[in-house]
């Protein structure tokens, strides 16, 4: 498991909270990207079959990959990078295949 903590984003939060970037293997090997406040209630839902229904048949998932950001526009902005990365790359940003 990645323990990437990047703190991005320049705008101070009104409050003290942070927003995380988090990608999620499922048990047939898929990869699945959100953002949240709360990493481990989030993985919990998950794993509950709450939301989500990409990740439906493919519980139960293990957090492997996390960034941090002082704000949600910020979060949502590299989610929407990450997203579009193929999954050879994803894999590469998690560190699960060597990058030469």
């Given at each position: 498991?990645?323990?990437d903590?990047?703190?991005?984003?320049?705008?101070?939060?009104?409050?003290?909270?942070?927003?995380?970037?988090?990608?999620v293997?499922?048990s047939?090997?898929?990869?699945?990207?959100?953002i949240?406040?709360?990493?481990?209630?989030?993985?919990?839902?998950?794993?509950?079959?709450?939301?989500?229904?990409?990740?439906?048949?493919?519980l139960?998932v293990?957090l492997?990959?996390?960034?941090?950001?002082?704000?949600q526009?910020?979060?949502?902005k590299?989610?929407?990078?990450?997203?579009?990365?193929?999954?050879?790359?994803?894999?590469?940003?998690?560190?699960?295949?060597?990058?030469?």
């Amino acid at each position: 498991m990645a323990s990437d903590h990047k703190v991005a984003g320049s705008t101070p939060a009104r409050r003290a909270m942070f927003w995380f970037l988090y990608l999620v293997q499922g048990s047939d090997n898929s990869l699945y990207t959100g953002i949240t406040t709360d990493i481990q209630r989030r993985i919990q839902e998950h794993n509950q079959k709450k939301g989500a229904k990409a990740l439906k048949g493919k519980l139960p998932v293990k957090l492997v990959y996390q960034e941090v950001f002082a704000d949600q526009v910020s979060a949502a902005k590299r989610e929407r990078e990450i997203k579009k990365l193929k999954k050879i790359e994803k894999l590469k940003l998690i560190g699960a295949v060597a990058q030469w």
